[in-house]
């Protein structure tokens, strides 16, 4: 939870430190045992021990997750070679694409458009106030023409899941 004196911070991804560790220790992992055995195999060069150690790190790219932050009126997405802001208060469309993996896709009235996975914002409560808040300011302007719908069902699917997470954690289910 925030302190009072924290209402002007914005709000975080909680797991991202974790799934960056996550990233780093199986990069490194990788990395390791891949120089373990082309050096037991007796094939170690430096060249090969570049090439290793540059797969390690492309594999730690891939596997970072986006660092996702809110605040008063904007949601940042921040991958590894950009990032990607908009104004939660100035929203015009809003879809969810469910394939393989859900994203959600926002685009505001500036141009500006971001795609987060929403289980960042079932996770982080603090960041889904601060969407929700936003998106009531765009209904309220009119600048939201599509995709409340969207939102409605994604808050009332994380309403839920934090009801079911308080029955576990109070031994009511």
């Known amino acids: 939870m925030r302190r009072s004196d924290d209402r002007w911070a914005p709000a975080g991804d909680r797991q991202w430190r974790g799934s960056a560790r996550l990233a780093a220790g199986c990069a490194a992992l990788f990395g390791a045992l891949s120089l373990l055995v082309d050096w037991d195999a007796g094939s170690l060069s430096p060249l090969r021990t570049l090439l290793w150690l540059g797969m390690a790190a492309a594999l730690f790219m891939v596997l970072l997750p986006a660092r996702v932050t809110a605040g008063t009126g904007w949601l940042t997405v921040r991958g590894p070679w950009r990032r990607r802001t ?26 500006h458009r971001l795609e987060l996975d929403p289980h960042v914002l079932t996770a982080n409560p603090l960041i889904w106030h601060e969407l929700d808040t936003g998106v009531r300011r765009s209904v309220e302007r009119g600048t939201l023409s599509q995709g409340a719908d969207v939102l409605n069902r994604l808050g009332r699917r994380i309403d839920e899941e934090t009801v079911r997470a308080v029955l576990r954690a109070s031994g009511l289910q």
């Open 86 to 111: 908009v104004r939660t208060d100035a929203l015009t469309t809003v879809w969810r694409y469910d394939d393989l993996s859900s994203r959600l896709v926002l685009r505001d009235t500036y141009g």
